[in-house]
């Protein structure tokens, strides 16, 4: 009778997974137990047991081998992410394979743009980076990326997104925005797996203030005029206010973004016997779900598909 007139549920359908992909040997992420670096060949194994297993969806962060200030990695014809996406939509064309949109990865410094500096002053420049960003999303939607989802939160992205997709005959290749992501102390062991860290500074001049909603609405906004076709809200946990506003203010197709924080807080927390990994887990997406998320991106993906088939 509980399961008759449950008002959200959770689904393997509604899941993505994470990858990082990398040139070289797979390696451990140490603050983030269960996730890898992963080779192109390894990230194929991985995600063709995923997939057997009911996970529908990936979204892929590359590693790059070599890093320098104009993020050329980015969007070369062989980067690392476009050489993972043709070979996972060659192995599993089923698979909905989303991909990043973001230069921090791919820069000497770290920084999600082009960076400046005068009198021993640096500053990040919004509009030329815009360039960069939009050839990296067409690079992608080349290699046969069914989404891009671009995270570096620079004004008007989205739409010099659309315009370089859409002249370069990618005009029904969707694009899942970061549209509300914050400056988040929740991303620490992300910024290891991902090899990110910024040089200096920190990412507050481009991401959100995490006191401000009626903003993140503002932001949300823009990002639909612009051409999103999916938004998203990022960390989600402790966003769920966000989350909420968002779904009900606008009523898009609405992504929920469990961030590395919130999936190694529970795994260390787990692994000390302090709580139920398997509950906590399913508790905290089951949030997202009636906060208003369709889409939760989440490490734990491959965990919830087997609890979920448990029952």
Known sequence: MRRLVAEARLHPDQLVLPYFVRVGRKSAVSSMPGVFQLSVDDLLKEAERAHASGLRAVLLFGIPDQKDEKASGAYAENGIVQKAVC???????????????????????????????????????????????????????EAGADIVAPSDMMDGRVRAIRQQLDENGFADTPIMSYAAKFASAFYGPFREAAESTPKFGDRRSY?????????????????????????????????????????????????????????????????????????????????????????????????????????
Not at 281 to 296: F, K, P, V, W, Y
């Open 87 to 141: 070979e996972l939509k060659r192995a599993l064309p089923e698979l909905v394979v989303i991909t990043d949109v973001c230069l921090c990865e791919y820069m000497s410094h770290g920084h999600c743009g082009i960076v400046e500096k005068k009198s021993g002053k640096a500053r990040i420049l919004n509009d030329p980076t815009l360039e960069l960003l939009a050839r990296t999303a067409r690079s992608h939607a």
């Open 207 to 311: 991401q959100m203030d995490n006191a401000n909603a009626a903003e993140a609405l503002r932001e949300v906004g823009l990002d639909i005029q612009e051409g999103a076709d999916i938004i998203m809200v990022k960390p989600a946990l402790a966003y769920l206010d966000i989350i909420y506003r968002v779904k009900s203010t606008f009523g898009y197709p609405t992504a929920a973004y469990a961030v590395s924080a919130e999936y190694s807080m529970i795994k260390a927390a787990a692994a000390k016997g302090w709580i139920d990994e398997r509950n906590v887990t399913l508790e905290s997406l089951l949030a997202m779900r009636r906060a208003g998320a369709d889409i939760i991106i989440t490490y734990a993906a491959k965990e919830v598909i087997r609890w979920l088939k448990e029952g």
